[in-house]
């Protein structure tokens, strides 16, 4: 494991906001994270905030219809104004997960904005979860996309430079998993194309669920859902196989709560992966609202995995 003052490690700091949004109350979501930032000591050089997939909309819509009256236009809408702003005041980028309508589909995406408050990128998830495709459309690096068009140029993720950030690969989520849970699990499709983009940093906004009853999310709940972190760490594995000597972080931006009775992971984290070894720097409790706040030039907290 890399030592502080390493020459590899990043001098880079990075929050993920994770809270519980409720489907459908955008602007008392907006307070809630609000009010999470407001009590949070933010470090005044932050690189980059990060919240979870759909984050002020809620998640688990079940059909077009219901989302319908929450859809923003393409980096325009209520999330992107928001991150605009917070962006601008803390100095710092901002990724955010919003549910996208276009002229003619819509997509579950994020947007990034830099420190300025300019519009970086606009990323729409590649794998759909099931409850994604009652309204959303597979983004244009999908598998579906790419074997039906053998020309596209697209890509599945995102690989390339965010700002000051550097080269960065995004996801959303379902991203991390096999594509339609039909793929075979050894193909880590976003992992894989991470590495070979040799992305040094991964992001990913999250609307995880988890398999916890309501009481055994309410019990402890600054402890984190350890098997959700555990199944994590696996889908990064070819980064781990690859024994690289420059690390790599992952970001895993995740929401807490419940709705309509389905219960979220939390447990938002950020790991290191170096020379066969993963390791955390800190997570935030399975039914915890709070800002994680990260230094990724600090030792992390935890192993969790050793070199193979």
């Avoid at 020459?7 to 906001?17: G, P, V």
């Avoid at 990060?50 to 929450?70: D, K, T």
């Avoid at 991964?202 to 309501?214: K, Q």
Wanted: net charge negative.
């Amino acid at each position: 494991m890399a030592l502080p003052g390493d020459l590899h490690d990043r001098k880079m700091k990075i929050a993920c906001l994770q809270f519980a949004p409720e489907v459908g109350k955008v602007q008392e979501n907006i307070r809630r994270a609000d009010a999470i930032l407001q009590n949070t000591r933010i470090p005044t050089d932050l690189d980059w905030l990060v919240l979870p997939e759909l984050a002020f909309s809620g998640y688990n819509f079940h059909s077009l219809e219901e989302i319908r009256p929450y859809l923003e236009p393409t980096t325009a809408g209520v999330s992107t104004q928001w991150a605009v702003q917070v962006a601008q005041h803390y100095t710092c980028h901002v990724t955010i997960g919003y549910p996208e309508a276009t002229s003619t589909t819509q997509f579950n995406s994020t947007v990034t904005v830099s420190p300025t408050g300019q519009i970086l990128h606009n990323y729409r998830k590649s794998f759909l979860y099931y409850t994604d495709e009652t309204w959303a459309s597979e983004g244009p690096g999908s598998k579906a996309h790419i074997l039906s068009n053998s020309s596209s140029p697209d890509q599945p993720f995102y690989s390339g430079p965010l700002g000051t950030l550097g080269d960065v690969t995004l996801g959303i989520c379902m991203d991390i998993n096999p594509y339609r849970f039909t793929a075979p699990w050894e193909s880590y499709e976003f992992a894989r194309t991470a590495l070979t983009h040799a992305t040094p940093l991964l992001c990913i906004s999250m609307a995880w669920l988890c398999h916890l009853t309501p009481d055994e999310l309410a019990q402890d709940p600054a402890q984190p859902d350890i098997a959700t972190v555990a199944y994590w760490v696996e889908r990064f594995q070819p980064l781990v196989d690859s024994k690289s000597e420059k690390p790599v972080y992952v970001v895993l931006a995740n929401r807490c709560g419940m709705e309509k009775g389905v219960c979220y992971a939390g447990s938002s984290t950020v790991i290191k992966i170096q020379g066969g070894v993963v390791s955390l720097f800190e997570t935030a409790g399975k039914s915890e609202e709070k800002c994680l706040v990260v230094d990724l030039s600090e030792r992390p907290k935890f192993q969790v995995r050793s070199g193979r």
